[in-house]
């Protein structure tokens, strides 16, 4: 069977292949390495590959006729052209394997980063005795070692990285060894595992979804037992707190054991004290600051897929000793609301509400946040509903109690009732009233008054507020500072799906529906175009995610080192709009 024949068994998959795609094995399908960063990105010319190691290498895939891509996966692509088929996916974290058709070429070069002093770069090439060649590029005393070895007939290849050039040499000749066809089904076997969509265009979202999803996912390694998942393999390479809870979302509709290890490497990152860290690396090392308190949730929704009471039973005493340390150490007036800490970084006043450059922090003032408190009064019921669970009844009308306190305090304290709408609260008593996406968060809570969620569903609707082409955006449209710049304007999958489940607990069923829809038909037209999954969007649907700013204005030529742009294939982007587009389909029976 050859490569163009395998490629037909498998309908509506991913199809573009998109600068700045993720292009890496997968901790799903085995071992991964953080440390190496060996990981690719899709290139700007060709079928390009740019590995991401401390010296960067470009894999140069170039044929006449670009042809037809048929899958683009971040492990896989298979492009049939007029003088056969180039093909290409990893057999290993550590080594891809190709095909080239009869006028393809492939080579391997370092990418001139603008680094003054690069002496210890070596490069050299020779002809083998049976006819191949073989390249290998050094970084001399890192143990960064890629082999690119060419076949005698000129026509299969395989890349592999090691840490001395014999390693990455005897890597790259066994992979010359390995049936390519087979390799490519254990890639794609995943996807035969995903519920059927009939839209073949939503098909083919979703399988891209799934294909950042699984590039997002590494194995145990270090500090962490299990497996992961990080924002993006580049630039971010972590592991980060609330984003691990919406990539577990999804991931509990096709693995949810995964979900689980998703969840408990985060867990297993809780301090002695109680606080668990927005950021942790495998190597153990951990970030000062927590972020947005959702983990009961994620556990919660983990065990409606696996119904194993071990795991709740696990993860409670963690959960509560981390709320304790939020309502001790960001509680600072003691007046039952929460507040983010704040950075000296104009840039970045807030890494720790998720919303880095959000107008709200602005003045660099602390605040009792209406998102901070939303968010752990409703995830204190996530927890008193794991406590009922385990048959604790005691603990579960503890946190019950102590979710009710807070929700009191918010709807009595942050609420506008002039401007229907809740704000921020500063120090000294006063209402921010800067509009951002955050005073929607109260729909999370369950004892919203239903005048009050119409009065949101007004802001909601306003175009002179909130009601844009594109909803929702992360700073109304009212406020002077708005604009394209990451939490200023633009909309963000995250905060879309965190209102659609608000708007859905308050009964507002064809609210939510509505907004899912236009989420994923915006996701969706963009990918399009672009081949990628983006961190976030334009709220007035004109200006490309390529153009909008990211703590300012975005580079000409793409290039992470240099700044970091508006993130591609960005993994809860792809996950979150995985379940909306799993819920969106009708309900069998």
């Known amino acids: 069977m050859g490569p163009a024949s395998l490629a037909s068994d498998w309908t509506n998959m991913p199809d573009i292949w998109g600068e700045g795609a993720l292009f890496a094995f997968s901790g799903l399908d085995g071992e991964t390495d953080t440390r190496s960063q060996f990981v690719a990105t899709v290139g700007s010319a060709g079928y390009d590959l740019l590995f991401h190691t401390p010296e960067r290498r470009l894999l140069k895939l170039r044929t006449a006729d670009f042809g037809k891509v048929r899958i683009a996966t971040g492990d896989v692509l298979i492009s049939e052209t007029d003088r056969g088929e180039i093909m290409m ?32 770069l070596t490069m050299r090439t020779e002809i083998l005795s049976d006819g191949g060649q073989l390249t290998i590029t050094e970084d001399v005393g890192k143990g960064d070692v890629i082999a690119l070895l060419l076949a005698a007939d000129e026509r299969s290849w395989a890349l592999a990285f090691g840490t001395n050039a014999a390693e990455a040499t005897d890597r790259a000749v066994d992979a010359l060894l390995l049936d390519r066809h087979q390799v490519m089904k254990e890639r794609l076997n995943l996807y035969a595992q995903l519920p059927v969509v009939r839209n073949p265009a939503r098909a083919r979202l979703l399988k891209k979804c799934l294909s950042v999803m699984k590039v997002n996912t590494l194995s145990a390694e270090a500090s962490i037992g299990q497996m992961w998942s990080t924002p993006d393999r580049v630039p971010h390479r972590a592991m980060w707190l609330w984003d691990s809870v919406f990539h577990s ?23 002695e004290d109680g606080m668990i860290p927005h950021m942790s690396r495998a190597d153990g090392t951990v970030s000062s600051i927590t972020q947005p308190p959702i983990l009961a949730w994620g556990v919660w929704e983990n065990f409606r897929f696996t119904k194993r009471w071990t795991d709740l039973s696990y993860a409670l005493p963690r959960l509560e000793l981390y709320m304790a340390w939020i309502l001790t150490h960001r509680d600072n007036n003691q007046n039952g609301l929460l507040e983010w800490m704040i950075e000296g970084n104009p840039l970045c006043r807030s890494g720790e509400s998720g919303m880095d450059n959000s107008p709200r922090f602005d ?19 996530y927890m008193s509903r794991i406590a009922e669970e385990l048959g604790d009844h005691e603990r579960s009308l503890l946190w019950s109690r102590r979710s009710a306190a807070m929700s009191a305090s918010i709807h009595s304290k942050l609420w506008h009732e002039e401007d229907g709408f809740y704000y921020d609260l500063a120090m000294n008593g006063s ?24 009065r949101l569903l007004t802001m909601l609707h306003d175009p002179q507020h909130f009601g844009t082409p594109l909803p929702i955006p992360s700073t109304a449209v009212s406020e002077p500072t708005y604009s394209t710049d990451m939490w200023r304007g633009p909309v963000w999958i995250s ?37 990628v999954i983006f961190e976030y969007f334009d709220a007035e649907a004109k200006t490309s995610p390529l153009a909008c700013s990211r703590k300012g204005p975005p580079l000409q030529q793409y290039d992470i080192r240099r700044k970091i742009d508006v993130i591609r294939d960005f993994h809860w982007s792809a996950a979150l709009t995985a379940c909306l587009l799993l819920d969106s389909q009708p309900k069998s029976g």
């Open 431 to 454: 209402m921010s009233k800067v509009k951002a996406v955050s005073g929607f968060m109260p729909m999370l809570l369950g004892d919203l008054q239903e005048t009050r969620t119409e």
């Open 495 to 531: 905060t879309n799906y965190l209102i659609i489940t608000g708007l859905r607990k308050q009964g507002k069923e064809q609210e939510a529906n509505k907004l899912a829809e236009r989420t994923i038909d915006a996701v969706q037209s963009w990918y399009e175009r672009h081949g």
């Open 249 to 271: 979302f999804a991931m509990n509709r096709i693995h949810a054991d995964t979900s689980w290890m998703f969840l408990k490497s985060v867990l297993e990152t809780q301090l």
């Open 89 to 120: 996916m990893y057999a290993a974290w550590h080594t891809l394997i190709g095909h080239l058709p009869g006028d393809g070429d492939v080579t391997l070069a370092f990418v001139d980063d603008g680094l003054e002093n690069r002496n210890g």
């Open 363 to 381: 003045e660099a003032a602390q605040l009792d946040a209406v998102d901070f408190s939303s968010y752990a009064a409703a995830d204190m019921t």
